[in-house]
């Protein structure tokens, strides 16, 4: 996966260079100029904005398709334990002063509220179809938004990063935020702790197995009930710090949560329903891509990730990590 | 009764949080983004004096909307406090236009046909406006716009019953551009919410900068309701301005402003924000010292002003003491002016309240106000702010100190034959 990852990036930034020494006299068409007479040095630092934007995502995918890969659930509430996780942060700040301590006690409360969720709303659904549980998760979705609303008010509230995270570094190509570069790092902890947890552990193993053959690893006397909450919680947990860590960034609302649900969604189907990796080169992917468009073609930036969707799925309609026939 | 329906705003809003559970379980599909909040929707007494409100309240412009709805039913009360006209009371009519032109034209038809409002006011964002103001001119109801806009005081978008309450762009841009231009240089960069607003503010900031002889190094449009400024910070890094203006509105003001001091542009730049925003402030906190800025009103005006201090006071009663912000004022006064009006012309009669308005010299929240006959632009003072640090503040609203200002007066506006008028 990361083989691939370092491609791609070394293609982007092959491309830029080709772009970069093409010879000017030889285009007349004013935009592909202006495209041309940008530096290296600010394509290789859009591109690393890119990446930092992508994180986000790729903590909010790997949630999403983790829950679905094991649970088959469309989790339209995504976008709602996103914003949970960042009022959650912005209240433990708010009792404590320490930052840090929201990094561990979001997912934690987060992951727990999702515990809940699953045992009680979702469980009930299982064996009734793709459907129910969609719609139950989007319906949920606005109960927690307006609950939001009604206990913490509709005006956003302030999150600052810790001072050691504020202001920017100079990363060799120009100044970068130190809280994205930090942000780049959590989600590489994150994501590869999960990993192992799920490759490397026992209890992983019964993660994996149950998502293959509920039937049997049942027979083996494995309560797979409680495994699905498990994954449930985890999911729900890495959308909360997903929240958490973007709260600095921008203003924490209510309504956070609704365009990065879409974002989300978008980079699990580009990197396929239920892959890990997947979610990891996709998010990273779809960053780099709007944040580029944002450079070359702004007007297009909203659009660019669902181009890129449109593309793989013309190229790979399971995605680029996806397995074939999942959804059906 | 009278008393009843002046307060019906304030009741409405503690009576709908209740339900609002219910009430979105119940929404399905329709939005996620609408907002439980169900303004003065009962319709009043038959011979009331009714202005209907369109604004913004869900999206990224609603906490000004909320400020602004909150203001305006100020004045009511005020107006019906005093007698009304001759016994009529007044009543506010708010309807949440989403800032979408389309929905802004169907609620004001509404407003207009369904629940008979006498006159309108309202809206937040330019395409809104002058979706707006078409449908009020087109039925001949007087409509007092209260956000900024050049071309509605423009010869294609303004007719007799057209009254603008906020201050324009240009009027806006030109003390900000000669507050800012001496003081901290030439190489000018832009972020711009890529609409009319931002477009006007961008114009009125390259001509007044002619004449400083400012060098335009960077120009970034965002679409309004960005979540992520971060991709568009590298290109202005890049272009090494001495100044960056912000030229945006709501949410997208206090988060491109979080993310460009991320990028340490504060160590190597000035920020400016020529509709520097109160609400916006006091969430942004720290992220907002040393940015200055120009606005309409600043609480702190009431040390030398007495509306001011008479028109904070009344806001204080109903927020805990809280002051109100700069576009809440523009509702206020705005309600206000129509309602002085339609007390001095003694009738709802458009062409009776139109000579009323015209001749109206008011001094509602900020000093001596009159609207100029030609394009009825509200002439007014203009303020520069400059964001405190930290340090300095003394409580939750002390966010900025006044640095310069500029009197009334229709030299800061566009002639009327520049206009075409």
Sequence with gaps: ?328 | MNRQSGRNYHEGQARTSRRSVLKTAAAGATAVAVSPFMFNIARGASDAVRVGLPVPLTGPYGTEAREQARCAQIAVDEFNAAGGLNGRMAELLVRDDKLNPGEAATRTQELIEKDKVHFVCGSLSASVQLAVNEVCKARGVIYMSISQSDEINEVRDFSKYTFHEAMNPHMTTGPVGRYVFPKHGKRIAFLIADYAFGHELVRGLKREGKQYGIEVVAEVKHPIASKDFSTFMPQIQAAKPDVLFLCNFGYDQLNSIKQAIEFGFKNNMQLVVPVLLYTQRLVGGAAYDGVVGGTNYYWELENSIPSAKAFNNSYRKLSNGSPPSDYGAYGYSGVSALLAATRAAGSTDADKVIAGLEALKYDKYKGLQYFRKCDHQSVQSVYIIASKAQAEVKNTYDVFKIVHSEPAGEGILRTCSELGL
């Design chain 1, 1 to 328: 996966m990361f083989h691939s990852g370092l491609q791609l990036l070394c293609g982007l930034v092959f491309g830029g260079e080709l772009l970069h020494t093409w010879p000017k006299n030889a285009l007349a068409w004013e935009p592909i100029l202006a495209f041309v007479d940008i530096p290296l040095q600010l394509w290789a630092l859009q591109i690393f904005t890119g990446l930092a934007l992508g994180s986000v995502l790729v903590l909010l995918a790997v949630g999403l398709s983790l829950i679905f890969g094991m649970l088959a659930v469309v989790n339209f509430a995504h976008g709602a334990f996103y914003t949970v996780g960042a009022f959650a942060g912005v209240f433990v700040f708010g009792l404590t002063g320490n930052f840090w301590l929201g990094l561990v006690a979001v997912p934690l409360i987060v992951g727990t509220i999702g515990l809940a969720v699953e045992r009680v709303l979702l469980r009930p659904l299982y064996g009734r179809g793709v459907d129910y549980p969609l719609l139950l998760t989007f319906g949920l979705s606005y109960v927690v938004v307006d609950a939001i609303r009604m206990i913490f008010g509709k005006v956003g509230l302030p999150l600052s990063a810790p001072a050691v995270l504020q202001g920017a570094v100079n990363i060799g190509i120009g100044y970068f935020p130190l809280y994205r570069l930090f942000l780049i790092g959590a989600m590489v902890l994150i994501v590869s702790g999960l990993w192992l947890f799920l490759e490397k552990t026992s209890y992983g193993l019964i993660i994996r197995a149950g998502a293959r053959d509920p039937e049997i690893v049942r027979v083996l006397g494995i309560d797979v009930s409680r495994v699905w909450m498990v994954v449930f919680g985890i999911g729900t947990g890495a959308a909360g710090i997903a929240g958490f860590l973007s709260a600095p960034m921008q203003s924490v609302i209510p309504e956070m949560g609704i365009p990065v649900l879409v974002q989300a969604f978008v980079v699990t189907v580009v990197g396929g329903m239920g892959s890990l990796p997947g979610a990891v080169v996709a998010g990273l992917l779809v960053g780099v891509a709007t944040s580029i468009t944002v450079m070359i073609a702004p007007q297009l930036a909203d659009a660019a990730m669902f181009g890129l969707m449109a593309i793989v799925l013309l190229l790979r309609p399971q995605g680029l990590f996806g397995h074939r026939g999942l959804m059906e």
